[in-house]
């Protein structure tokens, strides 16, 4: 049951956004920034973002050499630069609006390690540096003179790095899109689980224990922002949930003498230090990529044991590590890498499938599906 002054302020809105991520509190943002006089909500069925918005792993790249040469084999030359120049601008963008200080950007670069059996790629370095060159006026990629210093394992012989990646502090993000929805007026409302959606008529069905029924969100206009979960209100849509495994270790005894993001395995897996002398690696999914296609958070424990002994074996040979903290996120994949962003009819529009580059390209997405309202 519904007071008067529930129905009479709380329902009826020019934008309802499905989806409090990053995509959704972007999409928040510059919608309020073309319309300020308009109403904007938000409707998270998580206390916090339910995908991976909070639930990454703080890297600010836009795809290493050895996933773009992987790329490259099922798109052309053309496909892959304005790929890498969405993700990179998107970057710039995020920082260039927020600042480096306040999502916790640090410049410390990319790294992959390559192992004996990827050696072929250092022979493809100058092409890709030739492909990527109009976006960064620079080479990207270079080889490491000295790798003994990182004291990986026996196995990596090589490193290669990115000196235009970085890294930021997830939380730290997320708490400026907030910001900048309230400054801004917008209301976000958590714990509203969307159970359906009557695209002609522009009403937003919201779960409620309390409620027989779902309570009824009237909206002028509606934004999609769902990603993986996108399913659950457009089931013929080319979007497959994939599960991806973060693990953090607690304090480690000795100082980790590296910075930087770094990649290995076509970067299927990826690895930091956090603060507190603390590493954070995950990844790994293409280990059992039938059984991640889902939408349940759960810990697989395949790819929890491979996480750790790449750990033990490569990237801390010398150290003991024991785990702290563990965690899984669901990202959104389809048939390619591009975005899906389109209107499903004049007024209800969506931007989903971020294929794991939430961070790269969510502020870029969001503004380009509201520029079509």
């Known amino acids: 049951m519904l007071s008067f002054w529930e129905k009479k302020h709380f329902l009826n809105y020019d934008m309802i956004i499905i989806g409090a991520g990053i995509v959704g509190l972007s999409t928040a943002i510059h919608y309020k920034i073309r319309f300020p006089k308009k109403s904007v909500l938000v409707l998270e069925r998580g206390v916090f973002p339910t995908g991976a918005s909070t639930k990454n792993a703080g890297f600010a790249c836009f795809g290493s050499l050895t996933e773009i040469l992987d ?44 192992t004996k059996s990827q050696e072929n790629v250092l022979s493809e370095i100058l092409r890709i540096n030739e492909l990527l060159f109009p976006i960064f006026d620079d080479d990207v990629f270079e080889i490491v003179d000295d790798i003994q210093s990182f004291q990986f394992g026996a196995n990596v012989k090589y490193i290669i790095r990115n000196k235009f990646e970085g890294e930021l502090d997830t939380g730290l993000y997320i708490q400026c899109l907030w910001s900048k929805c309230q400054s801004l007026d917008v209301k976000i409302l958590t714990g509203t689980h969307v159970d359906s959606l009557d695209e002609s008529q522009k009403v937003v069905y919201v779960k409620n224990g309390l409620e027989s029924k779902g309570i009824p969100f009237q909206a002028k206009q509606i934004a999609i922002c769902t990603n993986a979960f996108t399913k659950k209100i457009i089931p013929d849509i080319d979007i497959k949930p994939g599960r991806g495994l973060i693990l953090v ?11 930087g993001a770094f990649h290995y395995d076509e970067g299927y897996v990826y690895f930091r230090s956090l603060e507190g002398n603390r590493l954070l690696i995950g990844g790994g999914r293409n280990l059992d990529f039938a059984v991640e296609e889902t939408d349940q958070f759960a810990i697989n424990q395949k790819i929890r044991a491979y996480l750790i002994d790449l750990m033990k074996n490569v990237v801390m040979p010398k150290q ?30 969506l931007a989903v499938r971020l294929g794991g580059m939430g961070v790269a390209i969510g502020w870029q997405t969001a503004e380009e599906l509201v520029s079509y309202y």
Do not use: C, H
Request: no cysteine; proline share 2%; net charge negative.
């Open 320 to 349: 003991a590590v024991e785990i702290d903290l563990e965690w899984s996120g669901i990202m959104a994949f389809g048939s390619t890498k591009t975005p899906i962003i389109t209107m499903l009819n004049d007024d209800v529009g």
């Open 249 to 259: 270790t607690k304090p480690l005894k000795e100082n980790i003498d590296w910075q």
């Open 71 to 114: 790329d490259l084999k099922s798109m052309s030359d053309k496909e892959v630069f304005e790929l890498v120049e969405k993700r990179y601008k998107g970057l710039l963008a995020i920082r260039k609006f927020f600042g480096d200080e306040a999502i916790g950007y640090i410049s410390n670069g990319g790294l992959e390690l390559i």
